[in-house]
């Protein structure tokens, strides 16, 4: 190999961090935000073939309120609803890292695009919860689907299923002019563990939707579906995918025209309160013409 096919893939692994970074978030900066509070507790869910890291905060006599994220990420992209005390009144708040992300794997370490493997794999975290309470699942982007094939395994024990900007709509799986960069082995021995997780991900997530498509049906407790209008990385179409397929009739559907992907940063004060109130939106389907600058 030449020094300008070198060069290549160092400016290629480069650029690609560069596209994600603001999507990640750093041990140093989740040191420096718990440098003056309390920080949640980390444990680590384990058996013979697989580790689940946690972080948890408010009572675990409380009743859960499970986070998953999406791709790239970790149990940090939730550290504002970890860090909310209205929120650590009422609920047990439990943030994972996926397989394949932070300090959770299955067996080899390897990247596990299965959503049904992904989904069975935080059963586990049940069991940390002694509330004997329903739990509320949240998930948001790529933990969309995961969040509500958990919720299909275990419909008696979920009390509602919130997906937030969830990219679930099998044919419409958006990639990008970087996309392919990512798959190349080279620049991958450039890049964080996540990146690659990530990419393994996105190029079977499609086939894994899919799979899913049985399972929707079996969506009967509370659901509610938040998608921005302005959400250039999970198509807005997904909302009308989530539509046509959950009959749930305590299914809510809201659209907020101007806003991006991130809903639970730009609109966090609104999924509290959803949190909270799961009666909050009687309305079948909203559309809440709110600006991102007017909420927290």
Same mark, same amino acid.
């Given at each position: 190999?030449?020094?300008r096919?070198?060069?290549?893939? &160092? ?7 560069s ?5 990640? +978030?750093?041990?140093?900066e989740v ?5 003056n &509070?309390?920080?949640?507790?980390l ?5 013979d +073939? ?16 499970l986070?998953i994220?999406?791709?790239?990420g ?18 047990? &708040?439990?943030?994972?890292d996926?397989?394949?992300y ?9 990247p ?11 059963m586990?975290?049940m069991?940390i919860?002694?509330?004997?309470q ?25 009390k509602?299923?919130?997906?937030v ?9 958006k990639f ?24 393994k991900?996105?190029?079977a997530?499609?086939?894994?939707l ?7 049906q079996k969506?009967t ?38 806003a991006?992907h991130m ?7 609104m ?5 909270i109130? +799961?009666?909050?939106?009687k309305?079948k389907t909203i ?10």
């Open positions: 190999m030449n020094f096919s070198y060069l290549y893939i &160092i400016l290629s692994a480069l650029l690609l961090s596209c994600f970074s603001k999507y990640r +978030t750093t041990a140093r040191r420096r935000h718990y440098a &509070i309390p920080k949640p507790k444990e680590c869910i384990q058996n +073939t697989l580790c689940i890291q946690v972080a948890s905060t408010g009572a675990d006599t409380l009743p859960m309120l986070l994220h999406g791709a790239p970790g149990w940090y992209g939730y550290m504002n609803m970890l860090d909310d005390t209205s929120l650590q009144k009422r609920f047990h &708040i439990v943030s994972v996926r397989l394949g932070g300090n959770s794997w299955l067996k080899r370490r390897k596990v695009e299965s959503i049904e493997t992904q989904a069975r794999s935080l586990q975290v069991n919860n002694h509330s004997n329903p739990v509320i699942i949240l998930g948001r982007s790529y933990g969309a689907p995961i969040a509500a094939a958990m919720a299909s395994m275990m419909p008696d024990k979920v509602q299923l919130i997906m900007s969830p990219v679930i709509h099998p044919e419409k799986e990008y002019w970087f996309s392919k960069y990512g798959r190349n082995k080279l620049i991958q021995l450039f890049l964080p563990r996540e990146f690659n997780t990530a990419t991900e996105k190029y997530h499609a086939e894994e899919r799979k899913m498509l049985p399972i929707w969506l407790m509370p659901v509610v579906v938040i998608q921005g209008g302005n959400d250039w990385i999970g198509d807005p179409i997904n909302i009308e995918f989530a539509k046509e397929n959950i009959p749930s009739p305590r299914a809510q559907f809201i659209t907020i025209p101007k991006g809903l639970t940063f730009s609109h966090v004060d999924i509290r309160q959803l949190v109130n +799961t009666s909050k939106y309305d559309n809440l013409d709110i600006d991102v600058a007017t909420t927290k």
